[in-house]
């Protein structure tokens, strides 16, 4: 159940619950696991807050929910539309290039292969310094939204999807290759190495893993 409170003290509150039905001011509102349809009388009737409100609370909004506000005679209104449009867009081109970046991955797994490792590295183009790898396997149910090169990252999304993998990956290893090895070895070499140091520090041994292409 979720209450949305209502900024007029006379507009009474906002009640959603799933699979039942909610009550926009005495209208009643079909809702479903997919979410709230509200009518265009319903919004007609409610202010720019109390909609923002609402809409938060419905996850995702049916079609005909946006349609509405698209309706709409005022234009935060009709903003606000726009904006959830922009968002499903977003949402449909992420989920698209999870998919597609897990390809290989899932053709894995179809073959039977449950613990697939991915392992990269970073700090193999400074001058000095250490190469440093890192090994996760995460579960084959798991898509982390916004998961890519740390390059292509800001430094807060990098934090952020730092916690999220800490807190779903089955299994982390991580390990590195001194300056002087990378001297010995030549840097290439160096960092196959600390890759295999931190496959080493996986928990769970991987059925097999996946390495970036440039390594």
């Known amino acids: 159940q979720v209450l949305v409170k209502s900024t007029s003290p006379n507009q009474p509150k906002v009640i959603v619950q799933h699979s039942l039905c909610c009550f926009f001011y005495k209208k009643t509102v079909d809702i479903s696991h997919k979410g709230c349809t509200m009518q265009d009388s319903t919004f007609q009737k409610m202010t720019v807050s109390d909609i923002k409100d609402a809409i938060e609370n419905i996850s995702p909004p049916q079609e005909k929910t946006i349609q509405a506000l698209e309706k709409d005679s005022r234009t935060s209104v009709q903003q606000l539309a726009k904006r959830i449009r922009r968002q499903q867009k977003a949402l449909a081109q992420e989920e698209a290039r999870l998919e597609k970046m897990s390809a290989l991955e899932n053709k894995l797994r179809s073959r039977g292969f449950t613990h697939i490792a991915g392992v990269d590295e970073a700090g ?46 089955l299994a982390i290893g991580v390990g590195q290759a001194t300056p002087q090895e990378i001297d010995q070895l030549n840097i290439r070499n160096a960092t196959h190495l600390a890759m295999r140091r931190a496959l080493d520090q996986l928990s769970i041994a991987p059925d097999r893993v996946l390495i970036d292409g440039n390594a």
């Open 124 to 169: 193999r183009g400074p001058l000095a310094g250490p190469v440093v790898a890192a090994a996760t396997i995460l579960p084959p149910d798991i898509q982390i939204e916004g998961l890519n090169d740390s390059k292509k990252l800001s430094e807060k999304k990098r934090e952020v999807l730092f916690g999220q993998i800490q807190t779903q990956a």
